[in-house]
């Protein structure tokens, strides 16, 4: 089946640092992944859409200049947070389909803490 | 109206149980329709998708009524490892972001 995989699990840093977080297709190709963030006890929230060659599609509400992503590959997106501060900190989850209709799949997620 | 609404729970069952969730969709133009599982500080795994005829895997029933944008998931012959929380998720149109119910939770209890 199809596997998507995120990279790192975990991350603790200190408050100011850019974390980067890679998302891969391992076994197919993916135009279109999107990013999620959860924090605790709610629901995943979108962040935004990632486009294989082209600019991403942030939400309402998401700063495109704190939050770069980066889809330079059919397989591979990254989601950078600049100069991360303590309310950064959340689990990060992107997912990807192999096509359109299909379910999307999910990578293991980053679970970010900022000190 | 949520896009996508499911009762939050918790509920909270004994082995064995059958217990019903449900959850509707104000899209009436959405195309796919799935039924997720999320454990605690985890990612959502796929349980099933969901069809309007209806589908069955194993212990789990899925259903859904297009005219009434409606979906429901039955669980059958409860198990402990079936306490999770359970999303219902709705797919637009093609490949669009996925809107997700807040989910519902589900403690099953010997």
């Known amino acids: 089946g199809a596997v998507v995989s995120q990279h790192p699990s975990w991350v603790i840093c200190k408050s100011g640092t850019s974390v980067k977080i890679e998302c891969r297709s391992l076994d197919f190709q993916a135009t279109t992944m999107f990013w999620y963030r959860q924090f605790p006890k709610q629901s995943l929230m979108l962040m935004a859409t990632?486009?294989?060659?082209?600019?991403?599609?942030?939400e309402q509400g998401v700063e495109k200049d704190k939050f770069l992503i980066n889809h330079a590959s059919l397989t591979l997106s990254t989601l950078t947070v600049t100069s991360a501060h303590p309310e950064d900190s959340s689990f990060y989850i992107c997912?990807?389909?192999?096509?359109?209709?299909?379910?999307?799949?999910f990578g293991d997620g980053t679970r970010l803490s900022i000190l | 109206r949520k896009e996508v609404e499911q009762d939050p729970g918790p509920f909270n069952v004994p082995e064995g149980a059958t217990v019903a969730f449900n959850c509707t969709y104000s899209?009436?133009?959405?195309?796919?329709f799935f039924w997720y599982r999320q454990d605690c500080r985890k990612e959502p795994k796929l349980l099933m998708s969901?069809?309007?005829s209806g589908n069955e895997d194993g212990r789990f029933t899925a259903q859904l009524n297009r005219a009434s944008q409606y979906i429901s998931l039955l669980i059958r012959d409860s198990k402990l490892s079936d306490s999770a929380t359970y999303l219902c998720v709705v797919n637009p149109s093609g490949n669009t972001p996925l809107v997700f119910g807040k989910g519902t939770r589900l403690s099953v209890i010997a």
């Open positions: 899209n009436s133009a959405s195309q796919s």
């Open positions: 997912s990807a389909s192999p096509t359109g209709n299909q379910p999307q799949h």
């Open positions: 969901v069809y309007s």
């Open positions: 990632s486009n294989e060659g082209s600019k991403a599609t942030y």
